[in-house]
Nanobody, 125 residues
Framework: QVQLVESGGGVVQAGGSLRLSCAAS????????MGWFRQAPGKEREIVAA????????YYATSVKGRFTSSRDNAKNTVHLQMNSLKPEDTAVYYC??????????????????WGQGTQVTVSS
């Protein structure tokens, strides 16, 4: 059974930084795209970033491009999301997810089969 556990969320002032981590078990993630999504209260879940199994291909939502960076350590079965210059509108629950199909890059929620429980990120103004 695949399990994803996020960590690193918290409360930070606007302009600050946080680094989220997602540890996977039950599957070697080295052949799978990993995604980061977020959901703010009253809003739909949206993709934030995705990183291919090699790490060579990445996607970032326009709202976070230039501020967030996704990375992965396949040897440790872990992915990270470095979030800099945080804004109050980044406040949300952040989820990591892994795709259903190996060696396939996707940015839609439907491409992802396994999800973590989420970690809260709160950015105060």
């Amino acid at each position: 059974q695949v399990q994803l556990v996020e960590s690193g969320g918290g409360v930070v002032q606007a302009g600050g930084s946080l680094r989220l981590s997602c540890a996977a078990s039950g599957r070697a993630i080295s052949a799978y795209t990993m995604g980061w999504f977020r959901q703010a209260p009253g809003k739909e879940r949206e993709i934030v970033a995705a990183i291919s199994w090699t790490g060579l291909t990445t996607y970032y939502a326009t709202s976070v491009k230039g501020r967030f960076t996704s990375s992965r350590d396949n040897a440790k079965n872990t992915v990270h999301l470095q979030m800099n210059s945080l804004k109050p509108e980044d406040t949300a629950v952040y989820y990591c997810a892994t795709t259903l199909t190996n060696m396939r890059f996707g940015i839609r929620s439907e491409d992802y089969a396994y999800w973590g429980q989420g970690t809260q990120v709160t950015v105060s103004s």
